[in-house]
């Protein structure tokens, strides 16, 4: 069993910077990638970036490349999106997700049911 919690979402302008993070506790084995998804009131979730727990492999959806970094420190088994030039579009509650998510060694974003463990989210506001 796993539990994921994630931290440091808030409210930020148009064209600043937050950084979210997820601090994985548990049996480590049990995922081989870490996702960071999302969800706007009346949206469908989103897959926003993953990255692979093996290599550090990663995924973005179009929409936040060049905007948003995922990276991980192992000694903390935590999970960091560094979400820049943030945009009111971007605001959501943000989830991070950990399971067995791999195909052909890359994580993937849109098969969300491949994510056993979520953490509670937080929230992140994008607004003037």
């Known amino acids: 069993q796993l539990q994921l919690v994630e931290s440091g979402g808030g409210l930020v302008q148009p064209g600043g910077s937050l950084r979210l993070s997820c601090t994985v506790s548990g049996f480590t084995l049990d995922y081989n990638a870490i996702g960071w998804f999302r969800q706007a009131p009346g949206k469908e979730r989103e897959g926003v970036s993953c990255i692979s727990s093996s290599d550090g492999r990663t995924n973005y959806v179009d929409s936040v490349k060049g905007r948003f970094t995922i990276s991980r420190d192992n000694a903390k088994n935590t999970v960091y999106l560094q979400m820049n030039s943030l945009r009111p579009e971007d605001t959501a509650i943000y989830y991070c997700?950990?399971?067995?998510?791999?195909?052909?060694?890359?994580?993937?974003?849109?098969?969300?049911?491949?994510?056993?463990?979520w953490g509670q989210g937080t929230q992140v506001n994008v607004s003037s």
């Open positions: 997700a950990a399971g067995r998510a791999l195909v052909f060694r890359r994580c993937m974003l849109n098969l969300p049911s491949r994510y056993e463990y």
